[in-house]
């Protein structure tokens, strides 16, 4: 997370108001120490009280707080008003203590459903539309932008644009309990067409890739998945023979689907593969206390194995 890197039309209209403010205050400041060695002065030539007031008290900060007024006023354009083009919608949600993303497929018009990863295409308007589940969060990924809080009940809306490839970490910046400082959300900026393709791939219903893991041990991943019953809070949209892949499915977790292709887990807590996946399903308190998935740590290894691999295979 760097201030000091924007990527984008917001977070260099963020940062040039932050810079000319720093300026001005230092301005104030060097002002004020000269003021105040002029006072300790002695002697016929001391300044008079009023021209303290006046001069130091209302002239100087006047002039100084009306030239950043005024500058801040020609840069706000670039922090609430989107880009020229087409936008793109997103929906995000917080939740104690992940995001829960919700995209519109173009094809289907189905609501695609994805978890502590935002995706966006480079150099096109995103408008996030953001809310929370429980208790006050705020949405912020300082190389994109600034920053809006997330407050239950009520939806709030904000823009995104990047203008090249590369991932943005943001961050929940509202404290909201045990884990908030384990709340990161990675924002991916992607070509056009790269994300175009991504997007047609969330909106499939879960696959598994193949790969080094043989069918037996995938069969018995996601028979395990079934019998720990851990579709009471996730999901993971499987297909059926001829039917479209359903739409999202309302749960208290992360939506699984496509969780092998993501970068990270458990809201950027762990890099993503089937190494973390295995070591958070089996004691996902020794990472982040508080979270509300129970431990696993009582399930075979085997077994624990064979659920980790394929959860790592969906893609």
């Known amino acids: 997370m760097n201030i000091l890197a924007p990527a984008s039309e917001a977070a260099r209209a963020v940062s040039e108001i932050a810079w ?7 301005l104030i400041f060097v002002g004020v120490m000269l003021l105040a060695l002029l006072g300790w002065r002695s002697g016929p030539r001391r ?5 303290w007031i006046v001069g130091g008290g209302v002239a100087f900060p006047t002039l100084v707080l009306a ?12 922090l609430i008003r989107p880009g020229a083009g087409e936008s793109t919608v997103i929906g995000l949600t917080g939740h104690m203590w992940w995001w829960e993303v919700r995209y519109s497929d173009p094809d289907s018009g189905r609501t695609v459903t994805t978890a ?5 295409p480079v150099g096109r308007a995103v408008i996030v539309g953001v809310t929370s589940a429980d208790v006050v969060h705020s949405f912020w990924v300082p190389e994109l932008g600034g920053k809006i809080d997330m407050v239950p009940g009520r939806t709030g809306q904000m823009w995104l644009e990047a203008d090249r490839p590369g991932v943005y970490r943001g ?39 193949g790969g080094p893991t043989d069918a037996g041990q995938l069969q018995r991943g996601r028979q395990a998945f079934a019998e720990l019953r851990c579709g009471l809070c996730h999901a993971v949209r499987e297909p059926e023979p001829g039917v479209p892949a359903p739409g999202p499915i309302d749960t208290l977790a992360p939506d699984l689907t496509h969780v092998g292709s993501r970068l990270h887990i458990a809201a950027g807590t762990l890099p993503a593969g089937r190494d973390s996946l295995r070591a958070w399903i089996e004691d996902p308190q020794r990472f982040k206390p508080g979270a509300r998935m129970p431990s696993y740590g009582h399930v075979e290894p085997e077994t624990l194995d064979a659920l980790a691999a394929w959860l790592e295979q969906l893609r």
């Open 171 to 209: 961050q929940c910046a509202e404290y909201c309990g045990e884990q908030h400082a384990r709340m990161a959300l990675h924002v991916v900026a992607m070509p056009l067409a790269e994300y175009e393709a991504w997007l047609r791939g969330q909106a499939r219903a879960a696959e598994a890739a």
């Open 67 to 78: 030239a950043l007024l005024a500058w801040s006023e020609s840069r706000i354009d670039g």
């Open 20 to 26: 000319w403010m720093f300026g001005g205050a230092t």
């Open 116 to 120: 502590n990863e935002l995706r966006i």
């Open 47 to 51: 300044l008079r009280p009023a021209v």
